[in-house]
T-cell receptor
Framework: AQTVTQSQPEMSVQEAETVTLSCTYD???????LFWYKQPPSRQMILVIR??????QNATENRFSVNFQKAAKSFSLKISDSQLGDAAMYFC????????FGTGTSLTVIP | GAVVSQHPSWVICKSGTSVKIECRSL??????MFWYRQFPKQSLMLMAT?????????EQGVEKDKFLINHASLTLSTLTVTSAHPEDSSFYIC?????????????FGDGTRLSIL
């Protein structure tokens, strides 16, 4: 089974500042997808961003961007101009035949 | 975007009761749906993969007779927790893929909070 590691159980960021959440994964495959999901207190899983492994260009969605390092098997999420609504659990996920989720990072946004 | 509806959102029932949770893809067809279980402050644990028209594939350690899955149509999968006991109390989430390939993102239902007294 693939493993996805999020080494930061908790992170905090000042409102309007930038924060980076780390994620590493283990795979022997060359084609796969990576995702970041957000789970606010309502516990709904919300797709934040996704990255195709065959694309070298890092994905960007408004204030959210990733740093995808395929050789290092690293997939970090950068949140710019943090907002109070960004506070949530963030899960990194690897997908090829099925999804594998990391253990999550709890992000607190300080006003 | 793709919407997955999960019902009910919260169930409280007595020990020994069987509980059915429904997962529907509202605006797309899903040949495959997934059922997860999530304990507080933990990640999602895949329980089983639900395949339309065939038997579900269960993950190791998940009791097939305890967690019955039926995927009778392209838009509906159900999870029945049979003879539920307090240790079955948890948050259950379903998801579905929009599209035929394995690489599409999963769209999640809002989850069901199950409390067994």
């Amino acid at each position: 089974a693939q493993t996805v590691t999020q080494s930061q159980p908790e992170m905090s960021v000042q409102e309007a500042e930038t924060v980076t959440l780390s994620c590493t994964y283990d795979t022997s495959e060359s084609d796969y997808y990576l995702f970041w999901y957000k789970q606010p207190p309502s516990r709904q899983m919300i797709l934040v961003i996704r990255q195709e492994a065959y694309k070298q260009q890092n994905a960007t969605e408004n204030r959210f961007s990733v740093n995808f390092q395929k050789a290092a098997k690293s997939f970090s999420l950068k949140i710019s101009d943090s907002q109070l609504g960004d506070a949530a659990m963030y899960f990194c996920a690897y997908n090829r035949d099925q999804f594998y989720f990391g253990t999550g990072t709890s992000l607190t946004v300080i006003p | 975007g793709a919407v997955v509806s999960q019902h009910p959102s919260w169930v409280i029932c007595k020990s020994g009761t069987s509980v059915k949770i429904e997962c529907r893809s509202l605006d797309f067809q899903a040949t495959t749906m997934f059922w997860y279980r999530q304990f507080p402050k933990q990640s999602l644990m895949l329980m089983a993969t639900s395949n339309e028209g065939s038997k579900a594939t269960y993950e190791q350690g998940v009791e097939k007779d305890k967690f019955l899955i039926n995927h009778a149509s392209l838009t509906l999968s159900t999870l029945t927790v049979t003879s539920a006991h307090p240790e079955d109390s948890s948050f259950y989430i379903c998801s579905a893929r929009d599209g035929g390939t394995d690489y599409q993102p999963q769209h999640f239902g809002d989850g069901t909070r199950l409390s067994i007294l």
